[in-house]
């Protein structure tokens, strides 16, 4: 009885130890298995990263793609060349903007305009004196504060200072008195400030008749 019993006993062991061992097994394939499996697809994505390349799109061929690649190239280089331009353009610009600076002509000075001095002198015979009239124009007549007048004969002669005027009322006058019979000759020179005298006054000539004794 004894005997059978342990020969149950150890054959459920026995049982009991191969399924362990089975279900051991089992486990450990399983699980070599996954990581055989993780592994291999480990290995495939680092060569898929490797080996990736671009594939067209659908729809595109291969030379659409290197039609468009030769287009993308043409646009750069375009662009490149625009900029070289428009640097080249600029430089030149900073180059040229000293030099094109024209310079703006000065205008001329106005010149004043500068009136010829010069006095006028008329004279007329009268009964027994000679009237004597003048006007001054110019810019010397300026600062002339009195006139001399002068008398001669002859224009072969000397001048004899005949008198001396102040007055300012125009025109100017002197009335010779004592005037010299038969042809004389009369001027008139402006004093100024400084006793010089200015120019001249155009001669006249003057003639008085000599009356005849009877």
Known sequence: MNMKIKKIWLIIIICLIASISVEGFILWRLVWQEKTIEETQVKQDVQG????????????????????????????????????????????ARKETPSSKKEVPKKEEEKETVIPFEIHLSSRV?????RLEWFVGGDEGIGIESYNIYRTDSLEKSWETLGMTTTFKLPFRYIDWNPILG????????VYEDGKESKSSNIVEVKIKIEEEK
Request: aromatic share 8%; hydrophobic share 10%; net charge negative.
């Open 126 to 130: 009268e009964s027994n004196y000679v």
């Open 183 to 190: 042809r004389s000759y009369y001027c008139v020179k402006g």
């Open 49 to 92: 990263e490797e080996t990736y390349e671009p594939q067209p799109e659908k729809g595109q061929t291969a030379g659409e793609e290197i039609v468009k690649e030769e287009t993308r190239e043409g646009e750069e280089l375009e662009e490149k060349k625009a900029e070289d331009r428009s640097t080249e353009g600029e430089e030149s």
